[in-house]
T-cell receptor, first 112, second 111 residues
Framework: EDQVTQSPEALRLQEGESSSLNCSYT??????LFWYRQDPGKGPEFLFTLYSAGEEKEKERLKATLTKKESFLHITAPKPEDSATYLC?????????????FGKGTKLSVKP | ETGVTQSPTHLIKTRGQQVTLRCSSQ?????VSWYQQALGQGPQFIFQ???????GRGNFPPRFSGLQFPNYSSELNVNALELDDSALYLCASSLGGAGYTFGSGTRLTVV
């Protein structure tokens, strides 16, 4: 069964304290791995798509990496405005069309 | 370029009633997917529409149904509402299933 597990469930950082969020996945054939940011009561906001092991993408203070079993979202020198829930999702080959399988997310709090 | 818009933003319904949620896809996107997100959980896939036909469905009962219109907008209909249907309903649009853009969602409360 295809599934996604994110850890930790919650993470509290001081402003400037770098860290990483983990997304472990089990999928029959990976079509793509997606990272989204979600603010309370809002829809997910797209961050990155990764397609193959070894791929890396960066955007401001965020960097996403991918291996055959997991993905990491590295946050460098975070600011309070980076506080949000970060969701990881995978899309599998052969799965139901359009089916993104999401993890439960990591709730990040950055204190000034 | 306009993003994905959903209406209404909030809705309160009574158990057993029926509800219709609406979604306008991002300009240029021809595919619409619907997700249910319970509190503290990740979104769960309900179904996807492409060219006005359902071409993918998650593990949801038939009382969850949908439509896609020629302008690519979409509706989600839920019949015989249950308390567990209370959730944030998200619509996502894409061009042929690549790169999903989500709307802000409709918060449905069933009492």
């Amino acid at each position: 069964e295809d599934q996604v597990t994110q850890s930790p469930e919650a993470l509290r950082l001081q402003e400037g304290e770098s860290s990483s969020l983990n997304c472990s996945y089990t999928v029959s054939g990976l079509r793509g791995l997606f990272w989204y940011r979600q603010d309370p009561g809002k829809g997910p906001e797209f961050l990155f798509t990764l397609y193959s092991a070894g791929e890396e993408k960066e955007k401001e203070r965020l960097k996403a990496t991918l291996t055959k079993k997991e993905s990491f979202l590295h946050i460098t020198a975070p600011k309070p405005e980076d506080s949000a829930t970060y969701l990881c999702a995978v899309q599998a080959y052969g799965g139901s069309q359009g089916n993104l399988i999401f993890g439960k997310g990591t709730k990040l709090s950055v204190k000034p | 370029e306009t993003g994905v818009t959903q209406s209404p933003t909030h809705l309160i319904k009574t158990r057993g009633q029926q509800v219709t949620l609406r979604c306008s896809s991002q300009s240029g996107h021809n595919t619409v997917s619907w997700y249910q997100q319970a509190l503290g959980q990740g979104p769960q896939f309900i179904f996807q529409y492409y060219r006005e036909e359902e071409n993918g469905r998650g593990n949801f009962p038939p009382r969850f149904s949908g439509l896609q219109f020629p302008n690519y907008s979409s509706e989600l209909n839920v019949n015989a509402l249950e308390l567990d249907d209370s959730a944030l309903y998200l619509c996502a649009s894409s061009l042929g299933g690549a790169g999903y853009t989500f709307g802000s969602g409709t918060r449905l409360t069933v009492v």
